[in-house]
């Protein structure tokens, strides 16, 4: 059974640049939601998906969007990147139902330069 | 003030120490409290879920909940150089939002 998957690993833009992260939930799962963690810190709740809308949102600009699609997997799209955009996004997954039982992806470490 | 507060350390313990972290928080509506292991390039792993206060246990893992001093903790009695890494405590702030600590860097020194 796959756990949470996150692709790319690994990703380099310039600043000003658009990126997009992929998610594929834990089987069985239909929630997902979105962290961004900095170098040394713990990580910040972006956005949570469910039935293909934003459920919650933290304290991000709209520069950061999402996207659910009907299997469960996700989209997190970051416009306009600025240098301290640079972090390890992680996506988690969960049931709608055990909402506080998170299960994470490995994530993708983005760097802006 | 953070909502949580956890000392980042690091920490460097010998083989065999019983170790404790522990995490602050000021939020008293949070009713969900887990603990998280991170290691290095990796995505946190689910160590241990309580809800509300009292002690859960699970192996040679044993988190507590004092709910009335917004203190949690987490007990690692044996502990192995495996279990170096770094441990996020987590609070439930509603849906999927967890609220994290810092995280506490381990060391387990053979």
């Known amino acids: 059974d796959a756990g949470v998957t996150q692709s790319p690993t690994h990703l380099i833009k310039t600043r000003g640049q658009q990126v997009t992260l992929r998610c594929s939930p834990k089987s069985g799962h239909d929630t997902v939601s979105w962290y961004q963690q900095a170098l040394g810190q713990g990580p910040q709740f972006i956005f949570q998906?469910?039935?293909?809308?934003?459920?919650q949102r933290g304290n991000f600009p709209d520069r950061f969007s999402g996207h659910q699609f009907p299997n469960y997997s996700s989209e997190l799209n970051v416009n306009a990147l600025l240098l301290g955009d640079s972090a390890l996004y992680l996506c988690?997954?969960?049931?709608?139902?055990?909402?506080?039982?998170?299960?994470f992806g490995s994530g993708t470490q983005l760097s802006v330069l | 003030q953070k909502e949580v507060e956890q000392d980042p350390g690091p920490l460097s313990v010998p083989e065999g120490a019983i170790v404790s972290l522990n995490c602050t928080y000021s939020n008293s509506a949070f009713q969900y409290f887990m603990w998280y292991r991170q290691y290095s390039r990796k995505g946190p792993e689910l160590l241990m879920y309580?809800?509300?206060?009292g002690n859960t246990a699970d192996g040679r893992f044993t988190a507590q909940v004092d709910k009335s001093s917004k203190y949690i903790s987490l007990f690692i009695r044996d502990s192995q150089p495996s279990d170096s890494a770094t441990y996020l405590c987590a609070m439930h702030q509603g849906a999927q939002k967890l609220v994290f600590g810092q995280g506490t860097r381990l060391t387990i020194n053979p």
């Open positions: 998906y469910y039935e293909e809308e934003e459920r």
């Open positions: 988690a997954s969960g049931s709608w139902v055990i909402n506080e039982k998170l299960f």
């Open positions: 309580t809800y509300s206060s």
